[in-house]
């Protein structure tokens, strides 16, 4: 993580290198600035100098730059992060054909402890770099571009902070089976600093719940 220093906020606009992440709670760093999302899951800020290069944002940072407006703050990070990061929504398979070697499918692979999951039926929620794509259920419209591929309500399962699952409810998976997978599947495959969050979410029209 870059050091914000005088000189460097002086030769950056501020409000047009903010971006937003989904973050679990436990993880913040002290003094990070953070909006509650649903359950454990918060928004968090970067500030992004390019070369893989961020910085905190820390309350100086929302004083001095957006007048201690976390709304403010968080509209344009919100607008900068889906311009830098378009959104990319596709189906579990095409999705994992684009990762995996084709052979690799020859015996309908998926990754251990997901093979409960209907991969026809599954959706994935991230952005074109796959890096923290689940900020990408933050964007504006992104309801929209799912209601083109999901009707009715559905599960939106938290994957990692890189990517969410979509799930829809009428494909006799409840929320403890789907909670179990998660755990799993976060305990044996998912790297501890992208972990994002145990417990499912469910979608009901256009609103989150969290129970």
Request: with cysteine; aromatic share 10%.
């Amino acid at each position: 993580m870059k050091k914000i220093t005088k000189e460097l906020v002086l030769t950056k606009d501020i409000r047009n290198k903010v971006i937003v992440r989904l973050k679990n709670k436990n993880k913040l760093f002290k003094n990070e600035v953070f909006k509650p999302f649903r359950g454990d899951i918060v928004i968090i800020y970067r500030i992004e100098f390019g070369d893989k290069e961020y910085g905190i944002v820390n309350n100086k940072i929302l004083e001095t730059y957006f007048n201690n407006d976390i709304c403010l703050l968080d509209r344009y990070a919100t607008l900068n992060t889906s311009l830098l990061y378009p959104i990319k929504f596709k189906g579990m398979m095409e999705q994992l054909m684009e990762l995996m070697p084709l052979e690799m499918f020859v015996d309908n692979y998926l990754p251990p402890d997901m093979d409960d999951i209907p991969q026809e039926s599954c959706y994935v929620l991230t952005n074109e770099k796959g890096f923290y794509g689940a900020a990408s259920i933050l964007y504006p419209d992104v309801f929209d571009l799912i209601r083109t591929k999901v009707e009715g309500n559905f599960f939106l399962i938290p994957s990692s902070v890189h990517e969410l699952l979509i799930l829809p409810y009428d494909l006799k998976m409840n929320e403890k089976q789907i909670n179990h997978i998660i755990r799993e599947v976060n305990t044996k495959v998912v790297e501890p600093d992208d972990f994002l969050s145990n417990d499912v979410l469910k979608v009901d029209e256009y609103n989150i719940i969290s129970e």
